[in-house]
């Protein structure tokens, strides 16, 4: 089994390349998406989460965290964020820990799609460390326009991220996502090519 790790900053392009790869047979673990199951109602997370941030947070009338509601609290107060994310990152890591037992010993490639790869403690734990970057200006317009963020949602989210310079200067493979889709599924296909042949640990 090689583990790949894949992150980039937000609106890079990361989940389109990690959807790409998996068309040509990865087997992708989505750490954003771990991350939405931990705070479905009834998880141990989401009463840790409404315990501290309130019941504010909820859509009105039903039990369901307001996700964008959370996210303007947490990214306006670096404090917030902090225990956001003391609560969800051990169990997004325990989660891919699962994951990553059960395919232990097959010859699979999994690939871990998390925007806080570093912040979550695994980028040392992987075999390869694949970063996606894109010009700041495209990621605010990307933003803006497919996830209907104002322009102060999207820096303050990009505030909270590590540079994507310095993410890239400890990569192994890096993909610039400035083109075309066109563009990307090449370099998908080049990225490809090169995890296939790396030696299995």
């Known amino acids: 089994m090689l583990v790949v790790g894949l992150t980039g900053g937000i609106g890079s ?3 389109t390349l990690a959807a790409l790869l998996e068309q040509r047979g990865a087997q992708l673990v989505d750490a954003d998406e771990l991350g939405r199951l ?8 989401w009463h840790a989460v409404v315990s501290q941030f309130g019941r504010e947070i909820l859509i009105p009338g039903t039990m369901g ?8 609290m947490v990214f ?20 891919i820990a699962d994951v990553l037992e059960s395919l232990g010993g097959t010859d699979s490639i999994v690939v871990i799609d998390a925007a806080l790869l ?9 075999g390869q ?4 970057v894109a010009e700041s200006g495209l990621r605010i317009d990307r933003l803006m326009r497919n996830r209907n963020m104002s322009r102060g949602e999207v820096l303050a989210r990009i505030d909270a991220q ?12 890096v993909v610039c996502n400035d083109w075309s889709i066109e563009k990307l599924e090449a370099e998908a296909e080049r990225l490809w090519d090169h995890l296939r042949v790396l030696p299995q640990p």
């Open 118 to 126: 570093h912040a979550i403690g695994l980028a040392d734990a992987v």
């Open 38 to 45: 931990a705070l479905e109602p009834g998880q141990p997370a």
């Open 13 to 15: 392009g990361k989940s």
């Open 76 to 95: 306006a107060d670096p404090h917030k964020l902090a225990v956001l994310n003391e609560i969800v990152h051990p169990v997004i890591l325990s989660r």
């Open 65 to 72: 965290i307001d996700r964008r509601r959370l996210a303007e």
């Open 129 to 132: 460390l694949i970063v996606v």
């Open 162 to 173: 590590a540079s994507s310079s310095e993410a890239a200067a400890e990569a192994d493979f």
